[in-house]
């Protein structure tokens, strides 16, 4: 039967067009926004899968809020671990990044592996144009660092670095009541803590265990694993500057465990008219990361990544409060990169860039001498 479509339409009541004329606006407002976000979803390439917040990036492709075009592993075992447990195809694996980026072209590569290894993946994406996100810290040593920072300023591609503590909101609302609104005055003393009760406790996985506690690959144990957030966040509240002079103090509190890093690091950074006092552990009673800051006129604690407590010259109770959401190119570290590659976000000082993280690099290397000898290590 043949169906006279304007026949139809002409019996409709006035309502009955309103409602159609009302769902066809629907139906095209949600057509075009998926295929905007389609369109702004990144393509990346992971570099390996051995450290434990590849999990982060997992989820997030889970999602649908990433497309993973290619993963770096040689580890058969990782692999096929990945491959049941997110139904990956075989043809997205490669052995190696070099062999990766010959056959895809990623809009950034994530490196999920040792620290020792980011040089590596710089060297690798670089020469390409393709801009890099490891994961804390940037590198193992000054060094590296330095070699990855001309690697990423002569192909002019940003090389980033992804702190779990950077999308708190708690943190950046810190930040705005200290240095938009001067609700603390001058910054006098930052502590920062950071840890749990110890990567083997916390059951990690083996591979990421067998790095993080070997010093050629980590660099340390607990100093860098966690003393790199709050060099982090020093270095972010005192508007880029690097400390004068570093000292720390470390101790293997289990050395049955963990014979060849420390578990218990304390960095003492001093500034001009300041001092950020670092302490990271893998033997908290729980896990922790929080911040505290205290000015001539007030004092905050980013409790942990929601909420706050502030309390400001005369005035007789702390305020206690809950965060605003953050903006989505400031809420995790894909939105973030995403608005970085489009030139929305310049990187300048804040907690992910360069700048910021070469800083973080000198002072654990500063604070690894410090402890191995005893000695205040001046900053240059």
Known sequence: MKINHPTILNRLTMSHRY????????????LISSIATAQTKLNVAVAGLNHDHIYLIMNSYKKGEVNIIGIAESNPELVQRFKKRYQLADSIFFNDLPSLLQKRKPDAVLAYNAISDHLAVVEAAAPLGISVMVEKPLAISVKHAERMAQLAKQHNIHLLTNYETTWYPSNQEAFVNIKEQNLLGDVR???????????????VSKEFLSWLTDPKKNGAGALVDFGCYGANLMTWLMNGKAPISVSAITHQIKPQTYPNVDDDATI????????????ASWNWPFSIKDMEVFGDKGYIQAVNENNLRLKENGKADYKVYKAKPLAPNYASSLGYLAAVLKNEIKPLNDLSSLENNLIVV?????????AKTGKKVLIK
């Open 19 to 30: 409602t159609l004329k009302f769902v066809f606006t629907i139906l095209i407002t949600f």
């Open 189 to 203: 003393k930052m502590i920062v803590h950071d840890g749990h009760q110890g990567p083997k406790e916390i059951g």
């Open 268 to 279: 003492l950074l001093e500034y001009p008219n300041a001092t950020g006092i670092i302490e």
């Open 362 to 370: 000198k002072i654990l290397e500063a604070a690894k001498t410090s």
